[in-house]
């Protein structure tokens, strides 16, 4: 089974056909790489960043759309008495724009994206932290520990870090969540973690592929849980994360969730070839959502993929009409 990145890219490139071709012509090896390197726009020092996050234009109408769709979601959460944060995760290729080729251009629509899509989903009742926000603030405190990968699509851990300790810190305060009877995530110190290879690093040209090598991030190490919490078997949760690949176990979003809301957390997770509304369906049809409904679900979502609503072709067979999406939604929590 190939892994998230390369689910991702494939969904992206649309290209798995021509590069599988065993004993193609020249000219279509010549042509398929051509293609492959259209997919990424290679900045300076050492950044790669994916075409997809249009920069230079920004469909609105688009954007309002998927906004409503995603707003009546939350109401439908929320009459079912499932409180919503959603975790919005800024545009690595926005917040790095100082990367960019020469050139580059971010249109006022895109400067806006963020705290558009960060109005409209707070009126429709979600907890929506600005991480655009939070991450612009701890990139000047601290530029040595990136909050993004140079040559990968996803978050460092740190980002992922950073991120659940304020929406942990906001649900807190905000959601009326009873005390845990079992206890959050153990976590000890930081220590390295390793990206063997970027998952933008494949749609360069091969002749430069070598200038992209290993990148390191520091992540949260997870401890066995103490004493009497380590006899309990329980997979139930009042809280759940579901998303995308940036809330996948190795970023270590869920267990820093997890130990600063001081309860489990359960995870759901799709790559994002999948797409996030399909992922939310799914948990909502699931043994777990009928066993156990909880009472806060943070949904991610990505700045960039904001104006792709439910039917987006990107989805592929996931692409599903908006009011089809909602009525499933409905059935599901009823």
Known sequence: MPDANTWTMTRRAGLAGALAAPLAAPWALREAQ?????????????????VWDRLARVDMTALRNALQTVGETIGILRAARIQVAICLIPSRKRLMRQFLPAGSQVSPEAAQRYSLSVTELTRAGALVPDLDALFRAQMQRDPSHPLFFKTDTHWTPMGAELAAVEIARQMRERMQLPASPRPGTRLGDLRPMQLAAGDLTQHVPPAQRSAYGPETSLIRQILPPEGAAALIEDDSYDTMVVGTSNVQPRFGFQPVLSNQLVRPVGLSWKPNNVGTYATLLDYLRSDAFRQQRPRALVWNHLEQDMVNTTNNSSWGQAAIAPAEFLNQVRRAVA
Do not use: C, K, R, Y
């Open 34 to 50: 051509a293609q492959q390197a259209s997919l990424v726009e290679i900045g300076t020092n050492g950044w790669l960043f994916p």
